[in-house]
């Protein structure tokens, strides 16, 4: 099979690419350089040249507090972008693959979401991504739309690699403890990502790996593992006022995956473990 990985550059592109040559497939990485995907004449011209079997579309602007400021960006990215690679598959008939964000539901509450809960973004870094799922399924029959949350990966920056950081220079830290969910490493995410796009079983999804925790939880076992002596202390949320809302509950329902023959992924301190010993630190 011939895919098309867009945002190749970023942390689940990435490896999203390397799974897929693992297995034997055709993977064309494309970051902005090779196709600029707020630009419809660019999309056409190189998914077309490529003429793939499925698009997996990674790409995305995801810098949650300046798309507030920066909306008009965002939302090209995010949504007509989107929309314009959705067109390419409709007219070559081909699959493809949405990787969405829990930050298209509100936030609240402590019950886990399910895919077909009703959507209401919290912020605009959310709601372009919204309008992103909402085109690709107005567009495509054959869609999968994943969404994820709490991503780490080797290729770029998250919350491990700050809080590794951090912990060189600080032996005392005050962390997050009021959000949940569930930290996701993209090496997990793209061997299943790679499952579905290899079946036609369509639809939205939720991807994370298993287990949940609070920001605060998961620096303390990020310290424990990697064997740094760094006291963190639980905070409130608004002890750290930022620009865009973030959801307080992240919580998401996976329970499809499993229905679909697909196999969950392993625990976040399982993925923690792997994950510290191939980053330097």
């Not at 660019?42 to 995801?62: E, F, G, L, M, Q």
């Not at 290729?155 to 032996?171: A, C, E, H, S």
Request: one cysteine or more; charged letters at 25%; a negative charge.
């Amino acid at each position: 099979m011939k895919v098309l990985v867009t945002g190749v550059k970023g942390q689940l592109g990435f490896d999203v690419v390397n799974e897929l040559l693992k297995r034997g497939h055709e993977a064309i990485g494309v970051d902005i350089e090779e196709m600029d995907i707020t630009d419809e004449e660019s999309v056409n011209r190189v998914i077309k040249a490529a003429a793939p079997d499925a698009v997996i579309h990674c790409a995305a602007y995801t810098a949650v507090d300046a798309a507030e400021d920066n909306v008009d960006i965002c939302r090209k990215v995010n949504a007509t972008g989107t929309g314009y690679i959705a067109k390419v598959c409709k007219d070559l008939d081909i699959k493809m693959m949405y990787i969405s964000t829990d930050y298209v539901f509100n936030g609240q509450g402590t019950r886990p979401w399910e895919p077909d809960d009703v959507r209401e973004p919290l912020n605009i870094y959310g709601q372009t991504k919204y309008e992103g799922e909402l085109l690709v399924e107005e567009t495509l029959d054959k869609f999968f739309t994943v969404r994820i949350a709490w991503v780490f990966g080797v290729n770029g920056k998250n919350f491990i690699k700050t809080m590794l950081n951090l912990g060189k220079t600080r032996d005392k830290l005050t962390v997050v403890a009021d959000q949940i969910g569930s930290p996701t490493y993209t090496y997990d995410l793209a061997r299943l990502l790679v499952d579905m796009i290899e079946t036609d079983k369509y639809g939205r999804y939720h991807a994370t790996n298993e287990g949940l925790c609070s920001w605060y939880d998961f620096a303390c076992e990020i310290f424990k593992q990697a064997g740094m002596n760094v006291s963190v202390e639980p905070v409130g949320s608004d002890q750290f006022p930022v620009k865009a809302k973030r959801p307080m509950n992240s919580r998401m329902n996976k329970d499809k995956l499993a229905e679909n023959g697909f196999v969950p992924l392993p625990s976040w301190q399982d993925a923690l473990a792997r994950y510290l010993t191939e980053i330097e630190y």
